[in-house]
């Protein structure tokens, strides 16, 4: 009887802490609730993207009688000291196409009309680039069926393209491990056919920059909800290394309309790079990335800053609180190595770092030794060590 009174008895309590708790308002899960948040908040890491972006890929017609095969055409070479150690190892690389492709029907011509062979798209793909811009001065230099045939060949590879489209134009945005970027790219003009493409049939075909366009642009990927916006401008002055106003203005409007990464090119040379605070973040910008790879060299253009060019690394990072930064901003020196063997003669783009550091092993180091050197100090003159976030 005694142990009946006492389970009795501990019912009757467990019965009014349950009557009480409910009275309350208590949930006897909430807390069980509130530490499985918590935890789960634990478990959770930032998403960290990473890119490499490069300026002006051109093809003067050295570059073209170097490129011809039995075959065709390849241009690989160009990039066989980047390849491993920075485009693959990116989880995204772009680079600006200054050309036009075509399938060779009618030959191919340089400056001041580029119209180059199609296995550039394929070459691109084959090394590990992910995005190509084709909004630059160049874009309508194969007319409109040059832009939509250039469209048509990286696509074919499963290259995305981002400043010129065939269609009304819409927001473009990649996922990359779980992050939502929408890109931007857009021109300043066309070399004098902005008027026939926008008086022609497809007066979108390129993208040219306007206040409005940004504006608008901007708008459209964040009703998307994109976690990032990252732009690649075709802007400023030939062979100027100051940015322009334009340059300045177009920067700002960017940042201040949420694009975090804005990469420049045109200038032909590098510029400087800059950020702006936007909130609680910095926004970045390298007004221009100069030349990839071209034929522009210094004994005669009475200018050594056409050979460099500026490879920029920069790492998006969305963290817990869902806010996406940039976290890493990294631009680093290249320098287009022209020279003749037995062989005939080659281009290719060195970084210029890891050959000054030993990082990489290169035969010809001691030949061009001087002018890598000058390459640095031209980049240090440029890039206060202050902007940079190494990654």
Same mark, same amino acid.
């Given at each position: 009887?005694?142990?009946?009174? &006492? $389970?009795?008895?501990?019912?009757?309590?467990l019965a009014l802490v349950f009557v009480g708790m409910y009275f309350s308002g208590v949930d006897l899960f909430q807390e069980e609730k509130i530490q499985e948040k918590k935890i789960q908040e634990e478990k959770q890491e930032p998403i960290t993207v990473d890119l490499v972006a490069f300026g002006d890929f051109m093809l003067h017609q050295p570059q073209l009688n170097v490129g011809k095969t039995e075959e065709g055409y390849d241009f690989k070479p160009v990039f066989r &000291? $980047?390849?491993?150690n920075h485009i693959e190892k990116a989880d995204l690389a772009l680079i600006n196409l200054e050309t036009t492709l075509t399938d060779g029907s009618r030959g191919y011509t340089t400056f001041p009309v580029f119209t180059s062979p199609k296995e550039v798209a394929k070459n691109l793909k084959d090394v590990g680039f992910d995005i190509i811009s084709t909004a630059n001065n160049h874009s309508f230099d194969g007319g409109l069926s040059g832009v939509e045939f250039t469209i048509d060949a990286l696509k074919e590879q499963g290259l995305d393209v981002i400043g010129s489209q065939k269609e009304e134009p819409q927001p473009f945005v990649k996922e990359v491990k779980g992050m939502k970027i929408g890109f931007l790219s857009y021109t300043y003009g066309l070399n004098g056919f902005d008027q026939t493409m926008l008086n022609g049939e497809k007066p979108y075909a390129v993208n040219l920059i306007s206040d409005e366009r940004v504006v608008e642009d901007t708008k459209k990927l964040k009703d998307l909800g994109v976690d990032a916006m990252v732009a690649f401008v075709h802007w400023g002055e030939e062979y100027h290394q100051a940015p322009t106003e334009a340059q300045v203005h177009y920067f700002n409007l960017l940042a201040d309309n949420g694009v975090i990464l804005t990469l420049g090119s045109h200038p032909h040379i590098s510029q400087g790079v800059s950020s702006k605070k936007v909130g609680q973040e910095n926004h970045f910008?390298?007004?221009?990335m100069g030349n990839f790879v071209s034929n522009q060299r210094r004994e005669y253009m009475n200018n050594r800053r056409p050979e460099s060019g500026l490879m920029v690394k920069a790492r998006l990072e969305k963290g817990i609180d869902g806010k996406t930064r940039v976290t890493g901003f990294?631009?680093?020196?290249?320098?287009?190595?022209?020279?003749?063997?037995g062989n005939g003669l080659h281009f290719?783009?060195?970084?210029?770092?890891d050959v000054?550091?030993?990082e990489i092993e290169f035969p010809r180091k001691e030949s061009i030794q001087q002018r890598l050197e000058e390459s640095m100090g031209d980049f240090r003159e440029l890039?206060?060590?202050e902007m940079v976030l190494e990654m």
């Open positions: 009887m005694k142990n009946i009174k &006492y $389970l009795i008895g501990g019912v009757w309590v &000291y $980047l390849q491993e910008v390298a007004y221009s990294d631009p680093s020196p290249t320098y287009v190595d022209k020279y003749s063997d290719e783009v060195i970084p210029v770092e000054l550091n030993g890039i206060p060590p």
